[in-house]
T-cell receptor, first 113, second 110 residues
Framework: GENVEQHPSTLSVQEGDSAVIKCTYS??????FPWYKQELGKRPQLIID?????GEKKDQRIAVTLNKTAKHFSLHITETQPEDSAVYFC????????????FGKGTLLTVNP | DVKVTQSSRYLVKRTGEKVFLECVQD?????MFWYRQDPGLGLRLIYF???????EKGDIPEGYSVSREKKERFSLILESASTNQTSMYLC?????????FGPGTRLTVT
């Protein structure tokens, strides 16, 4: 089955700096890669996603890049703000039609004012 | 607006008890999922269902079973709760590619 590795497990940045979180996946047939943000005590929420036919996607301060050859994808947050502090999870949907997602172990991002 | 609700936010049960965790969605979605979340381990899939009475094991099904008698409701069952099942349990439903999560149930087994 699919295996997703996520790094780093913790990340601390100064407000205004950029943050990058990286994930690798094992199933070359995987075709959908979402990123979820989970604030303390809240449910995970989708913040951005990318499909395998696209190399990059941007939404304001957030971007995701995908390298299918190397089987890795990354989340980039620019101009970080304290409200970006949360746990971020990457995930991959393997080949097939069951819509199952395999998640990484998460990255705790702390943005220091 | 998608609504995924879970029957309890906090639950305390004793070892050996049978535990039911309920999840209800209001959008007639076919796919529903149960995950457990533990610090440092991320979200791990226990079971999922792609239609009424249809279910499939996820990555960590041992010690759990599920029931889906109606499309809107997906139940997770701990047949005989053990302390290593103390965890946060999250239910999710799917729209297109996206999974929407419920608020979670924090289960403590003593």
């Amino acid at each position: 089955g699919e295996n997703v590795e996520q790094h780093p497990s913790t990340l601390s940045v100064q407000e205004g700096d950029s943050a990058v979180i990286k994930c690798t996946y094992s199933d070359s047939a995987s075709n959908y890669f979402p990123w979820y943000k989970q604030e303390l005590g809240k449910r995970p929420q989708l913040i951005i996603d990318i499909r395998s036919n696209v190399g990059e996607k941007k939404d304001q301060r957030i971007a995701v890049t995908l390298n299918k050859t190397a089987k890795h994808f990354s989340l980039h947050i620019t101009e970080t703000q304290p409200e970006d502090s949360a746990v971020y999870f990457c995930a991959a949907r393997g080949g097939g039609s069951n819509y199952k997602l395999t998640f990484g172990k998460g990255t705790l991002l702390t943005v220091n004012p | 607006d998608v609504k995924v609700t879970q029957s309890s936010r906090y639950l305390v049960k004793r070892t050996g008890e049978k535990v039911f965790l309920e999840c209800v969605q209001d959008m007639d979605h076919e796919n529903m999922f149960w995950y457990r979340q533990d610090p440092g381990l991320g979200l791990r899939l226990i079971y999922f269902s792609y239609d009424v009475k249809m279910k499939e094991k996820g990555d960590i099904p041992e010690g759990y079973s599920v029931s889906r008698e109606k499309k809107e409701r997906f139940s997770l069952i701990l047949e005989s709760a053990s302390t290593n099942q103390t965890s946060m349990y999250l239910c999710a439903t799917r729209i297109a590619y996206e999974q929407y999560f419920g608020p979670g149930t924090r289960l403590t087994v003593t």
